[in-house]
């Protein structure tokens, strides 16, 4: 449809182009994005027809003067008015996929983050890293960043809950400058490394040997990208949680979120959402009633693989010919089984064909074949191994009986009776919280302490998570896991294994440095491009 000059001058301000058949929304609030994408499976009109006459010209939404108005949570509230009654009743919970928002999180617990980034799908979450930021800077009462539990904090535990994270930063601030000296006398800067490059290597190195000495009670920041559905669900578990901070946090979401894609999140703690919190928790109560009886202590670090595909090949096989066939799964079945090794060798070689990075991943045929690995490692490890989504990993609770990891380079630097002497105490303040507060207490955990966690993922999330966390710039923590997850693959399925070319079995004493160049090559390119 042709549009009259002013029909373009109202829709000019929200959208980046007005003729070509690929644009992009601005300027619109989330409500009435997601309304206006919703109208696609209801109408024949375009986007920009709709926008024009259901919205635009809609005397209810009153959008055209929001660009150049101060109105837009009148705007948001008006939108969210018309979505209700005439959108709603479509029936369809995707079209909250439709509309988004940015959000903070800032000054929660390590803690709050892990259960915050269980939710998947829909959400991109960032956080802010253990291993490029120093925790070592008091809070303007003079009180060390870490979370205040409200239940701990008004019990009989208060008291030992305190000098226990007091601890944990003390000691972790006085090593900063004591390891970073050790870690610069064990590696010197050689001519081909910049002083920005080394400087930035050696902080790394140094917030990757301490960082198993905070707490998991540490404040952090992290930042949230996702869509209103997602969000809902979320915010809807985050009510059914034990822990009280995370109560308040999805309190205070709802509320936030609310300003920007009201009609997407406010059922997460109506009727509907109460009766699934309710839901959550009985599933919660009566699996841990159970789990009570069964209960006990356990070995500490491994990598285990427990389950895996025996008839791998033959999944692979068919599902990468199924595609460039015109025959039914059986007879692509019949037709593999009748192949000899050879045959089957030279298909999967093509189908994962001449690897030139890591991005060049297996096709999906690789989604057919499944791993499950049973994982003990440091709390710090699992943190940047949860972050993979496309798998399904649960962890236990975090507590100190598993053992913890003590650095090699807290050894050879003569700084081992510090380190222990804060696992110790955490630990024995672990004990006497736990006694009556069993989550609350990981809050004193340290992030050496190891967690038990497992991880279920096909073969193609695998090319893709074990290539990167074995990389070179890695933590050392999860590159053994990594490594060590690879093994195991390999053990059963060589074949498959051989093509993962990009898996780095290296150990390195300095993980960022290569990466650090190569940042500074960057920033040479940049600088010659803009002429500075």
């Known amino acids: 449809m042709g549009f009259t000059e002013e029909e373009r001058r109202l829709l000019a301000p929200f959208m980046t182009n007005l003729d070509k058949p690929i644009f992009v929304l601005v300027n619109l609030p989330e409500v009435v994005k997601g309304a206006l994408f919703s109208r696609y499976s209801r109408t024949s009109k375009s986007v920009r027809?709709?926008?024009?006459?259901?919205?635009?010209?809609?005397?209810?939404?009153?959008?055209?003067?929001?660009?150049?108005?101060?109105?837009?949570?009148?705007?948001t509230k008006k939108a969210e008015e018309f979505y209700d009654r005439v959108l709603v009743g479509y029936g369809d919970d995707s079209v909250a996929e439709l509309a988004g928002a940015h959000i903070a999180l800032e000054e929660i617990s390590i803690i709050a983050t892990k259960i915050v980034e269980d939710a998947r799908i829909g959400l991109?979450?960032?956080?802010?890293?253990?291993?490029?930021?120093?925790?070592?800077?008091?809070?303007?009462?003079?009180?060390?960043p870490y979370y205040r539990e409200k239940r701990i904090m008004g019990s009989e535990f208060a008291d030992i809950y305190t000098k226990t994270c007091d601890l944990c930063f003390e000691r972790y601030a006085e090593l900063i400058p004591k390891i970073s000296a050790f870690v610069?006398?064990?590696?010197?800067?050689?001519?081909?490394?910049?002083?920005?490059?080394?400087?930035?290597?050696?902080?790394?190195?140094?917030?990757?040997?301490?960082?198993?000495?905070?707490?998991?009670?540490?404040?952090?920041?992290?930042?949230?990208?996702g869509d209103g559905r997602a969000y809902e669900y979320l915010i809807t578990r985050m009510y059914a949680d034990d822990l009280t901070e995370i109560n308040d946090l999805a309190a205070m979401m709802q509320e936030e979120l609310g300003k920007v894609i009201p009609s997407f999140v406010k059922r997460a703690n109506n009727k509907y959402g109460i009766a699934m919190q309710e839901h959550y928790r009985k599933v919660r109560a009566g699996m841990e009633s159970i789990a009570q009886r069964l209960d006990g202590p356990s070995g500490g670090e491994e990598v285990k693989l427990v389950e895996y595909d025996k008839d791998a090949e033959r999944k692979i096989l068919v599902a990468a010919l199924y595609p460039h066939l015109s025959k039914p799964m059986k007879e692509i079945e019949e037709i593999v089984d009748k192949m000899d090794a050879d045959e089957k060798a030279t298909i999967i070689a093509a189908y994962i064909n001449e690897r030139d990075n890591r991005r060049h991943k297996p096709g999906r045929a690789f989604e057919h074949v499944f791993y499950t690995f049973d994982v003990c490692a440091n709390f710090g490890a699992y943190r940047d191994m949860h972050r993979h989504r496309m798998l399904t990993q649960q962890r236990q609770l975090l507590n100190p009986y598993h053992g913890y990891k003590l650095p090699e380079e807290i050894v050879a630097a003569g700084y081992e009776t510090e380190f222990n002497e804060v696992m110790e105490a955490a630990k024995n303040a672990y004990e006497e919280i736990a006694k009556k507060h069993r989550k609350e207490a990981q809050y004193v955990v340290p992030l050496a302490y190891n967690?038990?966690?497992?991880?279920?993922?096909?073969?193609?999330?695998?090319?893709?998570?074990?290539?990167?966390?074995?990389?070179?710039?890695?933590?050392?923590?999860?590159?053994?896991?990594?490594?060590?997850?690879?093994?195991?693959?390999?053990k059963v399925h060589p074949n498959f294994a051989a093509g993962m070319k990009f898996m780095d079995m290296n150990e390195y004493k300095l993980e960022r440095l290569e990466a650090e160049r190569k940042i500074d090559k960057k920033m040479e390119e940049i600088a010659k491009k803009y002429g500075n």
């Open 49 to 75: 027809e709709v926008l024009l006459k259901e919205f635009l010209q809609s005397q209810e939404l009153g959008l055209q003067n929001l660009v150049n108005s101060q109105e837009s949570i009148v705007q």
């Open 124 to 144: 991109s979450p960032l956080e802010k890293s253990t291993r490029y930021v120093y925790f070592d800077k008091k809070r303007e009462d003079g009180t060390w």
């Open 184 to 225: 610069m006398e064990s590696e010197p800067k050689n001519e081909q490394t910049s002083e920005r490059a080394y400087q930035s290597t050696i902080r790394a190195k140094t917030c990757d040997v301490l960082r198993g000495m905070l707490p998991a009670s540490t404040l952090t920041n992290m930042g949230f990208f």
């Open 451 to 490: 967690i038990r966690w497992y991880m279920s993922l096909n073969l193609r999330e695998a090319y893709h998570m074990l290539e990167l966390r074995s990389c070179m710039q890695g933590h050392v923590d999860y590159r053994k896991i990594a490594q060590e997850m690879f093994k195991e693959i390999e």
